[in-house]
């Protein structure tokens, strides 16, 4: 399990291992740091008190115990549980079973890769019925969630507030930058999910004309301090990609309070 400070893997400032003992032990380990990690805010109405953790705790607990329980083990590697500042990646050596198709995965159906590792968790009360687990998560998040390769399946789950340790700005703060902030820049903020290349944000927005979304849409974000490049010291790469920074990210969860 690794915990970053930056929105890539560039700045590690955690690192904890939980191998060399009984998956089970392993599983509780894990679980119980992500319980730590996941903060709950309160927000008190006139009418009641709010509770939201940053992520949904049933949908967390399930795509965890997958990792572990459907994890390819032949590989050698290890489930991956990264914390960003936005966001959780939960990361499983294997694809998919060949006899299994994507449609029928987010179907629920079921087929262990480990059986005799699923019946150990199922005795001792780990798992609770087969193939409960993905519907529980696709309730909290969808399918977007999920991305399969050849080799790897990840499960991201985005914070469902931003609580940066940097960042001290109130929220009166946040909807002050906010007003600032051009509706071109707001548009793009709001569609802005992970890292998406320029023809992807300009389908995502509906627009055509290249030059009018770099100056008045992309140009501004960037400079605004909304938007950076993943490659930064080569700006016309063709692999260039987009994504929001912490001060992007407080807008984008500030119009979605507004909204």
Known sequence: ??????????????????????????????????????????????????????????????AVINAIVHNDYSFEVPPKFEIFPDRLEITSAGRLPESLSEEEFFNGISIPRNKELMRIYRDVELVESLGSGIPRILRAYGEDCFKFTDNFIRITFPKSIYNHASDHASDHASDHASDHASLQVKKLVSVLVEEKGRSELQELLSIKNRDYFRTDYLAPAINDGYVELTIPDKPNSQNQKYRLTVKGLALKETLKRKE
């Open 1 to 62: 399990m690794a915990k970053y400070s930056s929105l890539d893997r560039c700045d590690l400032i955690e690192n904890n291992e939980y191998g060399y003992c009984s998956l089970i032990k392993a599983t509780k380990s894990v679980l119980a740091k992500l319980d730590i990690e996941n903060k709950v805010a309160a927000a008190i109405t006139p009418m009641e008190r709010i509770e939201t953790p940053l992520w949904n705790k049933v949908a967390l607990r399930e």
